[in-house]
């Protein structure tokens, strides 16, 4: 599994994630996505300077070299190999799942660029993940991804942005209970139709 991070980098909630996956039998990737801008670059706090330093680096990045990356971590892999992200990584998973190859799966959650990436189709079974509260992510734009990409199930909960960081305010139980539910169902389903 490659999981993606978000903008603050691979902290104790992305290292956590890694280990809830593992948790249920998956070794587990978590590239350091900044590290051109930032070696090691990680932030526990969410503060509107954290926001704009991660994000600078997100937009820093671009595109190229998120894929260079991902890539990298799928060829390290051995087949299946699936792939989640939480917000700048739940856009990197789906583009990843649209541009890549050696995908079986991807389920990304939140990601604030997949609605824009609505006329690309996945080459794997994808599945996106959004909360109707979320403040960072117009439901309009959500609505309008559902309505163009019927090959990729749309689900919405009634939760903010980051309600599967554990740990956190934004966490919510619920929507994180059924995210994660969804999601392994959609690596294991991916799985038995590979043949493993």
């Known amino acids: 599994l490659v999981l993606v991070q978000e903008i603050f980098g691979v902290n104790s909630y992305m290292v956590g994630a890694c280990e809830r996956f593992a948790a249920e039998g998956y070794e587990?990737?978590?590239p350091s996505m900044f590290?051109?801008?930032?070696?090691?670059?990680?932030?526990?706090?969410?503060?509107?300077a954290d926001i704009a330093e991660g994000g600078g680096y997100a937009r820093a990045n671009g595109l190229e070299n998120a894929m260079m990356d991902i890539a990298a971590c799928i060829a390290a892999l051995e087949a299946p190999v699936f792939i989640t992200g939480?917000?700048?990584?739940?856009?990197?998973?789906?583009?990843?799942?649209c541009q890549l190859d050696g995908l079986s799966a991807s389920s990304g959650y939140y990601g604030s660029l997949v609605p824009a990436f609505a006329a690309s189709a996945p080459k794997c079974p994808s599945i996106v993940h959004f909360g109707k509260l979320d403040a960072h992510i117009p439901m309009e734009g959500v609505e309008k991804f559902a309505a163009a990409r019927h090959d990729v199930p749309v689900h919405v909960y009634d939760a903010g942005h980051g309600f599967a960081r554990r740990g956190t305010s934004?966490?919510?139980?619920?929507?994180d209970t059924l995210a994660f539910?969804?999601?392994?169902?959609?690596?294991?389903?991916?799985?038995?139709?590979?043949?493993?």
């Not at 590290?35 to 509107?48: L, V």
């Not at 939480?86 to 799942?97: D, K, N, P």
């Not at 934004?170 to 929507?175: I, Q, V, Y």
């Open 35 to 48: 590290d051109r801008q930032k070696k090691g670059y990680t932030t526990e706090s969410h503060t509107d």
């Open 170 to 175: 934004d966490h919510d139980e619920h929507a």
């Open 181 to 196: 539910r969804r999601t392994l169902d959609l690596f294991n389903a991916a799985a038995a139709d590979a043949g493993f």
């Open 86 to 97: 939480f917000c700048y990584g739940g856009s990197m998973a789906y583009i990843a799942a």
């Open 28 to 30: 587990v990737i978590a």
